[in-house]
């Protein structure tokens, strides 16, 4: 059974550090990865989708990278700011026709000005 | 989030009690999902569909049913609430294909729903 982990699940750091986010998955043969975020009170907003074929997607200051054969996803946060405090989500899409992801639980970042 | 809405975004139930929650979407999307969210339990999926007028159980399908009216709306219903079912109820909707997978997830903004 796939099991997503993320650690640590808080993470404090003060204005403009590059940060980075880590998500481990126990089962390698997945159909992509992806990183949302997540505001209180509100939804999950989709950041990046990496497909298993792909090393790598960037959006802005986010860079998401994928190590299937390890097991392991990090995002890559530049120079943070206030406005990044949220939680981060990461799922995984198993492979063999599978519609569900499996999440994990995230980690809340503050971004202290 | 835009594309996707529920209602309602609060509501207080008693145990026994019934009700329905509403997901619309104007992105002309196939598939669409359920999911609860519990402290220290994470997301997990309650029912998905992946095209108009089928219905798939997830992982935690006890106690709800569901229903695909239509492309655009896909709703949840508790027949007899329990306390277990308190939780904030989310909305996903997914551009997806048989066999095409890569596609990301857009969420609506919950319903948080307590029962007492």
């Known amino acids: 059974k796939q099991e997503v982990t993320q650690i640590p699940a808080a993470l404090s750091v003060p204005e403009g550090e590059n940060l980075v986010l880590n998500c481990s998955f126990t089962d390698s043969a997945i159909y992509n990865l992806q990183w949302f975020r997540q505001d209180p009170g509100k939804g999950l907003t989709s950041l990046l989708l990496i497909q298993s074929s792909q090393r790598e997607q960037t959006s802005g200051r986010l860079n998401a990278s994928l190590d299937k054969s390890s097991g392991r996803s990090t995002l890559y946060i530049a120079a943070s700011q206030p406005g990044d405090s949220a939680t981060y989500l990461c799922?995984?899409?198993?492979?063999?026709?599978?519609?569900?992801?499996?999440f994990g639980k995230g980690m809340k970042l503050t971004v202290n000005p | 989030n835009a594309g996707v809405t529920q209602t309602p975004k609060f509501q207080v139930l008693k145990t026994g009690q019934s009700m329905t929650l509403q997901c619309a979407q104007d992105m002309n999307h196939n598939s669409m999902y359920w999911y609860r969210q519990d402290p220290g339990m994470g997301l997990r999926l309650i029912y998905y569909s992946a095209s108009e007028g089928t219905t798939d159980k997830g992982e935690v399908p006890n106690g709800y049913n569901v229903s695909r009216l239509n492309k655009r709306e896909f709703s949840l219903r508790l027949e007899s609430a329990a306390p277990s079912q308190t939780s904030v109820y989310f909305c996903a909707i997914k551009r997806a294909n048989r066999g095409n997978y890569n596609s990301p997830l857009h969420f609506g903004n919950g319903t948080r729903l307590t029962v007492t």
């Open positions: 799922a995984v899409n198993n492979q063999g026709g599978s519609e569900k992801l499996v």
